[in-house]
């Protein structure tokens, strides 16, 4: 029974939500697809299809994974800009 699997992804997709993943574009789409994987593998519990349904929750989950990847990058880019623009506003200071 894939139970612990669906627990799982759902803890995984609940992540990425926390994570950000909502608000960036390309890790919101893997967020999107792990959760229809979610439900479909939910359908095929249902229909006792539990082989193909534990299949769809390792999709789900690394959907999901990635995700959160994505965001936790698009943070870590836009820090990155945000640090490098406050080190140019210093060396303008620096240079008057």
């Known amino acids: 029974m894939p139970q612990d699997s669906l627990t799982a992804a759902q803890a995984d997709v609940k992540g990425a939500e926390v994570g950000g993943a909502a608000e960036n574009p390309k890790a919101a789409l893997h967020l999107k697809l792990a959760k229809d994987q979610i439900e479909a593998a939910q359908k095929q519990i249902a229909d006792g ?38 080190v140019g506003k210093l060396r303008k200071e620096i240079a008057k």
Do not use: I, V, W
């Open 49 to 86: 299809d539990n082989e193909t349904a534990a299949r769809t929750l390792d999709r789900a989950q690394a959907d999901a994974e990635l995700a959160l990847s994505l965001a936790k990058e698009a943070k870590a880019q836009g820090d990155a800009s945000e640090a490098n623009e406050q």
